[in-house]
């Protein structure tokens, strides 16, 4: 048996004919960017999340960049973040010439919230979390944190559609939520999107001037913008996806809770769910010590699995110049060495479901 660890086609065979219907219908509509489909995505992507705004961008990393620049983020000032994301987290920050502060994660590969105050400076301007693998940070501490040093709070979703901490949605913590839809995300386009939600009428006034060159108007530039807009393609099939989320995810949680409860193997543990949370599973990561073996026997098998992420930002040769050496953030390293994420995709059957389970608890070294 053949398992990919994402199967983008599965995915889409899902949908197909409303998927194909609403390309269609773009194209013939003659009007490819800021037009209806987007509006609407981002009325809809509001109104999903609970919230007043949502601003489509071209990625996740804009969204990121964006609003950290827009809350007036900028040389000089520190931004903190979790030491064990995806690089774009990060780029997200020194794209605005500020300085990443990297904390180590806790056991639900979140920020540790009790790592955080002691890395506050006066430079310290904002906290940008990242709810890793569509599990929610521990929300409840950061935004006392927040409050009780006037930062701004930032969060990364790009991996947590539809992820809840105490019944609320992921991104409405604090002053933006920043989304990205790339093709493997829960919520995933047929190509590069993103988009922000907010409650700051403001803000999302100033970044929908900002993504389109500075534009409120058209050939009316009233700041120096850029050019990163969520075109009606895309809106428009996420806008189809988005009808069919909660079945997406229901159809992945399924599997995870298969694979929480029938793995079994002493050599792996399984991920945890923090209090009062409801994960998203964009990840089904597990950990083993003797993950390399892991990931070739399962390949041996048939098993397609990913490592997110094998190689630290810290240790990267983008960020050599926060002077920060292997040892430095000995937990972050630890899960780079030893995590593993599993075949996840709605539409998985429940005989490849089995034939996951039972390969996994089959492995001995
Ligand atoms: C995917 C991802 C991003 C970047 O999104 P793009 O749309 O690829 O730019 C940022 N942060 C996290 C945690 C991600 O997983």
Redesign the pocket.
């Known amino acids: 048996m053949e398992i990919k660890q994402y199967d983008y086609k599965r995915e889409f065979n899902l949908y197909a004919d409303e998927y194909k219907k609403k390309a269609n219908e773009v194209l013939e509509s003659g009007w490819y960017v800021l037009g209806d489909e987007l509006k609407n995505f981002e009325r809809e992507w509001a109104d999903f999340n609970g919230v007043k705004n949502c601003i489509g961008v071209g990625?996740?990393?804009?969204?990121?960049t964006m609003t950290l620049k827009l809350l007036g983020i900028g040389p000089g000032d520190e931004v903190i973040v979790q030491a064990n994301?995806?690089i774009?987290?990060i780029m997200?920050i020194s794209q605005n010439g500020a300085t990443p502060i990297l904390v180590e994660p806790d056991s639900f590969y979140g920020i540790d919230a009790s790592k955080i105050e002691e890395k506050i400076t006066s430079h310290t301007k904002a906290i940008l979390v990242?709810h890793?693998y569509g599990m929610p940070c521990d929300m409840k501490s950061i935004v006392k944190i927040c409050e009780k040093y006037d930062l701004r709070l930032v969060e990364?979703c790009?991996?947590s559609h539809g992820a809840t901490y105490e019944g609320k949605m992921t991104g409405t913590f604090g002053d933006a939520g920043?989304f990205?839809?790339?093709p493997?995300?829960t919520l995933g386009a047929f190509g590069?999107?993103?988009g922000i939600i907010t409650n700051n009428d403001d803000l999302a006034r100033r970044l929908k001037v900002y993504r389109n060159y500075g534009s409120s108007k058209r050939y009316q530039h009233d700041v120096v913008g850029v050019n990163s807009r969520l075109d009606e393609i895309q809106a428009g099939l996420l806008r189809v996806k988005l009808q069919h989320l909660p079945e997406i995810i229901q159809k992945r949680t399924r599997i995870c809770q298969r694979y929480l409860d029938e793995i079994n193997n002493p050599l792996i543990e399984l991920p945890k769910i923090r209090e009062n949370s409801i994960s998203t599973w964009?990840q089904f990561a597990i950990r083993c010590k003797q993950r390399d073996l892991l990931q070739e026997y399962l390949s041996e098998n048939g098993i397609d699995t990913y490592i997110h992420y094998p190689m630290p930002p810290h240790l990267s040769g983008a960020y050599r110049y926060l002077g920060l050496k292997e040892g430095d953030l000995p937990i972050t390293e630890e899960f780079a060495k030893s995590l593993l994420s599993l075949p996840l995709f709605a539409g998985m059957t429940k005989l490849e479901q089995d034939y996951v389970i039972n390969t996994i608890n089959e492995f001995s070294v």
């Open positions: 990625c996740g990393l804009d969204a990121i994301t995806y774009a987290s997200g990242v890793l990364d790009a991996q920043c990205s839809f790339f493997s995300k590069d999107a993103g964009h």
